[in-house]
C-alpha cells in the first residue's frame, strides 16, 4: 500500500523516526477546483525530490503560497527552529514528513465522524506503522481525540508503545487574544503533540504560537539530539 505524502523519503532521516506533520485530510481550494475544472492543473512529477520546506522544487512556485505551509514554516520560526527553503536544505529539513489522517481532498470538513471510519483510520495507522515518526505535530484540534478514540489508540500504542505520562492540556493564559489549547501526549516510542489548524482556526494568532517557544522549542531540541543533527 502506497504512502501519502507531500514530500520525500530521504532514507536514514525521515523513513523512520521522522518528525511527522499530520493534518486532516488534503486541502481543495476554489482555485484548485477551477483548475481542475480547467484542466490547467499543472501536472506534477512525483519523482522529483523535495522537503516540506521547500516543495516548489517539486509543485513549482505556487506551493510558496499555500497558507498552510506558509503558517507551519513560520511556526518552526517562532519555536527557534527555522527552516531552511534553499534546495533540498539541512538534515532537519530532511527529518520532516509531511502527511494527513486521511488521503481524502476536500474543500472544507462538514462531518468530523468520517475520520473514524475504517479506511481513513486503517491510513493513519498504516503511515504510524511504516514510518515509525519520533514526533508527530498534530495539525488540527480534533485529531487528538481521534487518536484517543478506542478504535485508533489500541492500533497505535501496539506499534508505539503504552502511553507513558497523562495526556497535558496547556493554554497560555496571559495573553488577550483566543486562547486556543494545545495537547501533548507521551509514548514510549514517539511524543505527540496537538496543535490548532494553522489555517482555518478564527482568531489564531502569532503572538499566542510565539507563547509555546518553551515547549515545542525544547520537544524540536530533543528531537534533533536523539537524531545526532544539532
Known amino acids: 500500500k502506497s504512502l501519502n505524502l507531500a514530500n520525500s523519503i530521504f532514507a536514514g532521516f525521515n523513513d523512520k523516526n521522522g518528525l511527522m506533520i499530520c493534518g486532516y485530510e488534503w486541502g481543495w481550494s476554489k482555485e484548485d477546483q477551477k483548475l481542475d475544472e480547467s484542466d490547467s492543473r499543472p501536472t506534477v512529477d512525483m519523482s522529483i525530490e523535495c522537503t516540506f520546506s521547500n ?39 530532511k527529518c520532516i514528513i509531511q502527511t494527513n489522517w486521511a488521503y481524502t481532498s476536500n474543500a ?13 483510520v486503517d491510513n493513519f495507522i498504516h503511515h504510524i506503522q511504516v514510518l515509525r515518526p519520533k514526533v508527530i505535530l498534530f495539525m488540527g484540534s480534533k485529531l487528538i481525540n481521534f487518536l484517543r478514540n478506542i478504535d485508533v489508540w489500541d492500533r497505535f500504542t501496539a506499534i508505539v508503545g503504552p502511553e507513558i505520562e497523562p495526556l497535558k492540556m496547556v493554554q497560555k493564559t496571559d495573553f488577550d487574544g483566543t486562547r486556543f489549547k494545545v495537547y501533548f501526549d507521551n509514548f514510549e516510542q514517539c511524543q505527540v503533540v496537538c496543535l490548532p489548524h494553522p489555517s482555518s482556526s478564527r482568531g489564531l494568532s502569532d503572538e499566542y504560537i510565539k507563547l509555546f517557544e518553551p515547549e515545542l522549542g525544547t520537544i524540536i531540541t530533543e528531537y534533533k539530539k536523539q537524531k545526532g543533527i544539532l
Open 55 to 93: 516543495k516548489s522544487l517539486r509543485y513549482g512556485p505556487s506551493a510558496n503560497t499555500w497558507p498552510y505551509d506558509k503558517n507551519i514554516k513560520k511556526w518552526f520560526k517562532f519555536w527557534g527552529h527555522p527552516l531552511n527553503d534553499e534546495n533540498l536544505g539541512s538534515d532537519f529539513d
Open 108 to 120: 472544507d470538513i462538514e462531518s468530523y465522524n468520517r475520520f473514524l471510519e475504517k479506511e481513513a
